[in-house]
């Protein structure tokens, strides 16, 4: 099992009505892989987070977490849809950080931390604390755990939500432009908190972003997404200093300069 990817998209199509979305996308992110998904607004870029979120259902194909497949199960020798209780163990693996914070604003910072674990993990309320109190160090915000969302800025209350995220031990970590809400003086904090888990956490992670300085800075991979497909994919490197297709280029070049 551990040399299957740790994600695959196995021509998987998305369809709202007559409108494709995601068209046949074929991916594999490898284990502890670390991938950037940019694009123009209405490519497809979120949707493939909230098809791995099963906020999205799928139209065709599969999709594979962790060697076995989310959207589907063995019966019989073959595959078919997956029951409800087979998509949420397996679901369980992954965690997501929203554009919004989505935190609960009548928790505490650790309150928002423990709910989960305790209630979905079944764990104990003083391991749940304590693994709360590491996370919400490892994002700089110890002294701020007995604080309502209302009382923290936006930075905060998103390094709260990577941490309330991380405290459920996902082996993969979603990102949906979490700075786009920010005002641009704490956009800093949160992306220093993400290097941080990169660094210190052996986690695939895969990020939708407009950043394209930490793009080009933090991935392994940067996949250009186009009309529901990936135009090009390749290393940061290839993708930002020498781009092979023109509508990269293109979307490169406009998003540089209005930056």
Same mark, same amino acid.
């Given at each position: 099992?551990?040399?299957? *990817?740790?994600? /695959?998209?196995?021509?998987?199509?998305?369809?709202?009505?007559?409108?494709? %979305?995601?068209?046949?996308?074929?991916?594999?992110?490898?284990?502890?892989?670390?991938?950037?998904?940019?694009?123009?607004?209405?490519?497809?870029?979120?949707? &493939?987070?909230?098809?791995? =979120?099963?906020?999205?259902?799928?139209?065709?194909?599969?999709?594979? %977490?962790?060697?076995? *497949? =989310?959207?589907?199960?063995?019966?019989?020798?073959?595959?078919?849809?997956?029951? $409800?209780?087979?998509?949420? +163990?397996? +679901?369980?693996?992954?965690?997501?950080?929203?554009?919004?914070?989505?935190?609960?604003?009548?928790? $505490? #910072? =650790?309150?928002?931390?423990?709910?989960?674990?305790?209630? @979905?993990?079944?764990?104990?309320?003083?391991?749940?604390?304590?693994? #709360?109190?590491?996370?919400?160090?490892? &994002?700089?915000?110890?002294?701020?755990?007995?604080?309502?969302?209302?009382?923290?800025?936006?930075?905060?209350?998103? /390094?709260?939500?990577?941490?309330?995220?991380?405290?459920?031990?996902?082996?993969?970590?979603?990102?949906?432009? @979490?700075?786009?809400?920010?005002?641009?003086?704490? @956009?800093?904090? @949160?992306?220093?908190?993400?290097?941080?888990?990169?660094?210190?956490?052996?986690? $695939?992670?895969?990020? %939708?972003?407009?950043?394209?300085?930490?793009?080009?800075?933090?991935?392994? /991979?940067?996949?250009?997404?186009?009309?529901?497909?990936?135009?090009?994919?390749?290393?940061?490197?290839?993708?930002?200093?020498?781009?092979?297709?023109? +509508?990269?280029?293109?979307?490169?070049?406009?998003?540089?300069?209005?930056?």
């Amino acid at each position: 099992m551990n040399d299957m *990817p740790m994600v /695959r998209f196995e021509n998987v199509s998305k369809r709202y009505g007559p409108l494709t %979305v995601l068209d046949n996308l074929n991916l594999d992110i490898g284990r502890g892989e670390k991938v950037s998904i940019i694009g123009p607004s209405g490519s497809g870029k979120t949707t &493939v987070l909230r098809m791995l =979120m099963t906020l999205e259902a799928i139209n065709d194909g599969v999709l594979w %977490v962790d060697g076995e *497949p =989310m959207t589907h199960m063995m019966q019989n020798g073959k595959l078919v849809p997956a029951t $409800t209780k087979h998509i949420r +163990r397996i +679901r369980a693996k992954i965690g997501m950080v929203f554009q919004s914070f989505n935190l609960f604003p009548h928790m $505490t #910072a =650790m309150g928002n931390c423990i709910e989960a674990p305790i209630t @979905v993990l079944g764990m104990k309320r003083s391991e749940a604390e304590e693994r #709360a109190a590491e996370l919400l160090n490892m &994002v700089g915000l110890s002294a701020k755990k007995d604080h309502y969302p209302s009382q923290l800025s936006g930075g905060q209350q998103q /390094r709260v939500a990577i941490a309330r995220a991380l405290a459920m031990r996902p082996k993969i970590m979603l990102f949906d432009e @979490v700075t786009s809400a920010l005002d641009p003086e704490l @956009v800093g904090e @949160v992306l220093q908190v993400i290097r941080k888990i990169g660094r210190e956490h052996d986690l $695939t992670m895969l990020m %939708v972003t407009h950043q394209m300085g930490f793009a080009k800075e933090f991935s392994d /991979r940067v996949c250009f997404f186009y009309q529901g497909k990936i135009c090009e994919q390749g290393a940061p490197a290839e993708i930002f200093g020498n781009p092979k297709n023109e +509508r990269t280029r293109q979307f490169l070049n406009a998003v540089l300069e209005a930056g």
